[in-house]
């Protein structure tokens, strides 16, 4: 670290010095003075070249080419001027001390304090600031191979995605193939082979919920952020067949904001609260974007009413099962099982809140097959044997039975 502090001190001088030296010869501004001062900055590379052929940092025919350049610089430096002031001899500059300096010049001297003082200690305190004095160097081998290990991840990557479009290729009605082909696509950053991907994987699942809110992501994804028109036809499909799933309600009402309708974007992000349960992962967020909206803009504050906290799901809980509980208003046998372990009050809150949720679904789509068959394993497992019945004759129904 010693050694840092040491180069950029002799580093800061060398160049404050640079910088100060035609300041404080401003004086002599004819050309014949300019050509008297590249002479000494030719000599000075010269000499550099020198003491850089005796430390190694140059080779015998490096060190032999710059001091060819340099030269053919000085001789054309010197024609210059004669050409320019046929009486100047070798001695150009040796009465430069008898005229008039520029560092008597008052601005002149405010500029050499500025290099001289402000710009290197502003530097320093900069480099204080946001810099990281006390991180050791990391070594050149150390940044190659975590180069090479990028490069190699990224080959990988590619190449097992190429292998997974020639699959798609053979087995194009595959949904699962395409799903993870457009996951791959999204983690690679290909957009746009994201959606078309996507788009597949929707007619082959008869526009799935899941796989229509992938493709509006990967829209807005494409878009850099914005939310489409046609991302927001897609979610409010999936939010009309499942009102308990969050993501339709944020875009919906992100692409609201994003066009200025901050009222709608409000009241679109209450009805997501007021479909969700107190615990759910998302409230936080959704509450911080109404508040600063509200006050922001002064907007009238809409109502929002939570539904009871939902018991987080046990750490062995597969992650699709987890995935369909929180898109979904429904509850699953396991969560009610969960429940009969809590005690009696939050037990009731717990499972009356989500089977009148999904029963509130049910009267708004009566033909809802697979929200009936929820409702039916609901209320098998809470013993309510009339409305088992109710749910079992409109599965009849529904089916064709």
Known sequence: ????????TVMTVITVGILMFPVIRRGATNNAHRKDFDLTVY?????????????????????VSARTEIERRMLGAVDETKETNPDVGPDIGKDIGDKKSGANNPSAVMLMFALLVVVPLGAFGLYLNFGQPSMPDQPLAAREAQLKEATQGRAQVAEMVAKLEQQMVQTPDDPNGWALLARSYRAMERFGDAVNALKKLA???????????????ALVEMDKGSVSLKAVELLKSVQAADQGDPRPYFYIGL??????????AVNEWAKL????????????????????????????????????????SAPQQSNSQSSTQSRSGAPTQQQIQDAQQMNAGDQQAMIRSMVERLAIRLKENPDDLAGWKKIENAYRVLGETAKVDEAKAHIKRLSGG
């Open 203 to 217: 007619q082959l699942t008869n526009d799935d919920p899941e796989a229509l809110v992938m493709l509006a992501e």
């Open 255 to 264: 692409e609201r904001q994003q066009k200025g309708d901050f009222q709608g």
């Open 1 to 8: 670290m010693t050694g840092f502090w040491i180069a950029a």
């Open 43 to 63: 000599k000075d590379q010269l000499q550099e070249v020198d003491r850089d052929l005796e430390r190694g940092l140059l080779s015998q025919d490096q060190a």
């Open 273 to 312: 609260l007021n479909n969700s349960p107190s615990n759910a992962q998302w409230v936080p967020e959704m509450q911080e974007r109404i508040s600063a909206l509200v006050d922001e803009n002064g907007l009238d504050a809409p109502k929002v009413v939570l539904l009871a906290p939902v018991q987080q």
